[in-house]
């Protein structure tokens, strides 16, 4: 999808919205679903249809799609691996945790004071797994086995914090292990294992799903993949004529046309919510081996590039086919509204996020219970959207610019750019060009106390 066309199909979108009558509450399904939570790392918000046209084929994504509804306006809070993946478990800015940027080998990661969102759902009777990437958490009390989850398997943190890491390989001395229901399984990850990656978290997720049809779940796939250095395994060799990344994402949609099977095999389809996105967006200095967005900037960064996520979520029954949204919602969301369709209560400490189902389902005169959504990129807080989703305020900081595209593997250059105080009308102006700040000084000034909410309440 180029430019236009993405702000053609975003404005008819807000339009039809625009619409809708008066709003009632949604109330919860009578059976507890199971929640199917799968997440890319690093994948860019136009790497698979219906969001982008990538140079291969993504056809089980684009299934899912078909049976569920595509959100053009979902965000992560931070658009870095461990704060983005904390707050999708938390439902907890960064802000809140403190758990920012990436976490290195025996980082703390999410302090057990903030429930997970399996802790959160243990007591309705779930089983919890996590097959992937966890990153948040490296000691005996943060790691999966520690927060709920009940199996796991994966690393640690990510696949490239080891000792062939392109820049600095002295960071990382000890070996890359791959870990299962708590022990460590394979002791040095090497080059000719990571291709095995994605098949063994599938293995283990489609093994899951048919050991637990007769109980809810939660099954959390958080896939290594497709975060630098990429690995595919012999299967997917060649197979897009796209490159190492087509390859890679490939195997990724493979991976969940296996899990979707899965659901369907074991007459789970009805009675599952399968959600779909990324942690953040691509690591574009990595060239050929990242993925692409159409927005401004990228990973690591609080422009849309790096915080706007392409995502997929499916409920037969209650989320409708083939449909898209321009509500504008957050990772942090999606605790409380999973405890709301669970039927069980939020954790005791305090949460960020809000139930949107009503906005997930669309909901006749639903609006977001949010004033604002923030971000925030490492410890710094940079800038607030409302939460209708139309006005992104940038308050004054730096940021990182690619001046030199890396290719094949190897990593290219940032420079260190600023940005002043700058409003963004995200309808009119998705890609983040054009202050308007001092056309709407109303607008403004209401974002501006947002930000000093969110200061105040985290940064004092
Ligand atoms: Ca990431």
Known sequence: MNRRQFLNTSTAASLASLALPAHAQTPPPTNPPNFVIILLDDSGWADYKPFGHPPYPTPNIEALARQGCRFNNFYVPQAICSASRSALLSGCYPSRTKVFGAHGPGGRGLEPSYA????????????????????????????????????????????????FHPEAPQNYRQPLHFWENGKVKVERMTPDLQPMLTTWYTEHA????????????????????????LFRSEKFKGKSGAGV????????????????????????DD???VLLTSDNGPWTSYGNHAGQTPFRDAKGTSFDGGTRSACVMRYPGHIKPNSASTRALCTIDILPTLAHLAQTPLPKNPVDGLNVWDLITDQPGAVNPHDFYAFTTNQTFEAVISADGHWKLHLPHTYRDLVEIGNNGAPGKFRQASIDLSLFDLEKDPFETINVAEKYPEVATRLKMYAEQHRKQFFE
């Open 116 to 163: 997970t969102l399996a802790e959160v759902l243990k007591p309705k009777g779930y089983r919890s797994a996590v097959f992937g990437k966890w990153h948040i958490g490296d000691q005996p009390d943060t790691r999966p086995q520690a927060r709920g989850f009940d199996e796991s398997c994966g690393l640690m943190y990510s696949n490239d914090m080891w000792e």
């Open 206 to 229: 489609v093994d899951f799903i048919s050991r637990n049809k007769d109980n809810p779940f939660l099954l959390y796939v958080p896939h290594s993949m497709p975060h630098v250095p």
């Open 245 to 268: 990344y087509g390859d890679v994402m490939m195997e990724i949609d493979w991976s969940i046309g296996e899990i979707l099977g899965a659901l369907k095999k074991n007459g789970l």
């Open 271 to 273: 009675n599952t919510f």
